[in-house]
């Protein structure tokens, strides 16, 4: 990938350096199953797209089960002109399946070492790449398949060159903890926004203390945080569309949600920038995120939001933000980024700190390690969660 002009960050330990923000294709998936967001025009996709990269991001998060193969088809044929060193970095993930006789089923999960190994030569395929850059897992574990059996596949194909990074996609934090063994992953993309915070209560701490990149997942809460949505709106969703039934979209949730769009709306338009801008510079503030995976169905969405990736949000906005959130009571979680601190004096150390061959444990995980797996729409995709 070519250099960009968009300020870039290392991602984990990873040779990988990549803009603030990346372009999210869930949206581009369309309709036609479990999860899908409605009638989609493809031309539209390929256009965000290539405005994207021809604006200076990056990389591309996708996955298979976005529109059931369809979101990794569009993201192959709108870079399909690009020659290889142009290309954007390719995150995609694995761990998931469906049947094509049934699309409208939710997907169910597939852990065991061939089907990731079969997904990964699917994804390939339809992406028109010969290598992932960062393969993620959707789940830390499939039904009836260890976790660590799972998780060591990913880690064999990045020791064979097949993907260059393996991440986890998705986890609340005790998910993550039980999925990070044997071997810890490069990359972690859990829900945040100024709605959904509740990564901030130890996720991303964990990570920077750990050197694990964080891509931070719907941090414009599935378009509420972007100013085009009222409960008119809403009601007008299409059948088809998921957000329909998702706890955030509904009742005095949505009410709440919608009067911290507004509030966060008059702080962006009293600096000159759009609330999309903000919503996601709001998660890039934030200690430990490196970047942010924001979703665009059309090219001026990807306008809108693309801001800022190059403008930072001051103390000043952050504080006002923050008051929106609690005057609001939308989500749950912090509600600012911490301060830094002065840094203390200088002192001899008085242990070696955190080793890089075993992660800083977060908090526990069901005590006998088991986790189920559920459907948060809430939070915006397939979660795992302790038993």
């Known amino acids: 990938m070519p250099a960009s002009d968009l300020p870039t960050r290392r991602l984990g330990r990873t040779d990988l350096h990549i803009t603030r923000v990346g372009f999210g294709a869930w949206a581009i998936g369309g309709a036609g199953y479990a999860y899908g967001w409605g009638r989609q025009d493809d031309g ?66 597939a852990g065991a070492p061939k089907q990731l190994r079969r997904g990964l030569e699917g994804s390939l395929r339809r992406l028109g790449v010969e290598r992932i850059d960062l393969y993620q897992l959707h789940w830390p574990r499939a039904a009836g398949v260890p976790r660590a059996e799972t998780w060591q596949t990913l880690l064999d194909l990045r020791q064979e060159g097949k993907v260059r990074a393996v991440g986890l996609c998705s986890q609340n934090i005790a998910g993550f903890a039980a999925a990070a063994t044997p071997g810890r992953p490069d990359a972690a993309q859990p829900p945040f926004s100024a709605i959904d915070r509740e990564a901030a209560e130890g996720l991303l701490g964990w990570c920077a203390a750990n050197e694990v990149g964080v891509l931070a997942a719907s941090p414009m809460q599935c378009g509420l945080l972007t100013g085009a949505f009222n409960r008119d709106r809403v009601a007008a969703l299409p059948t088809d569309d998921w957000r329909r039934g998702d706890g955030e979209f509904v009742g005095a949730a949505l009410d709440r949600n919608l009067d911290l769009a507004r509030r966060m709306g008059d702080v962006a338009h009293r600096r000159g920038r759009t609330l999309a801008a903000v919503a996601v510079a709001w998660t890039l503030a934030w200690p430990g995120v490196t970047g942010a995976i924001v979703g665009a169905r059309r090219p001026d969405q990807v306008r809108d939001w693309l801001p800022a990736a190059t403008e930072p949000l001051d103390d000043d906005d952050l504080d006002e933000i923050a008051e929106a959130i609690e005057r609001s009571g939308a989500g749950t979680g912090p509600t600012r980024p911490p301060v830094p601190a002065d840094p203390p004096p200088a002192a001899a150390p008085t242990s070696p700190g955190p080793s890089l061959a075993e992660p800083t444990p977060l908090p526990s995980a069901a005590a006998d390690g088991t986790y189920r797996v559920t459907t948060d729409r809430s939070r915006g995709d397939l979660l795992a969660e302790p038993s």
């Open 44 to 109: 539209d996709s390929a256009a965000a797209i290539r405005y994207a990269v021809e604006h200076g991001v990056n990389w591309i998060d996708t996955a298979p089960v976005y529109g059931l193969g369809h979101s990794e088809e569009i993201v192959g044929a709108a870079l399909a002109p690009y020659a290889e060193p142009d290309r954007p970095y390719l995150f995609t993930k694995c761990g998931l399946t469906w049947d094509e006789t049934e699309r409208s089923r939710p997907p169910r999960a």
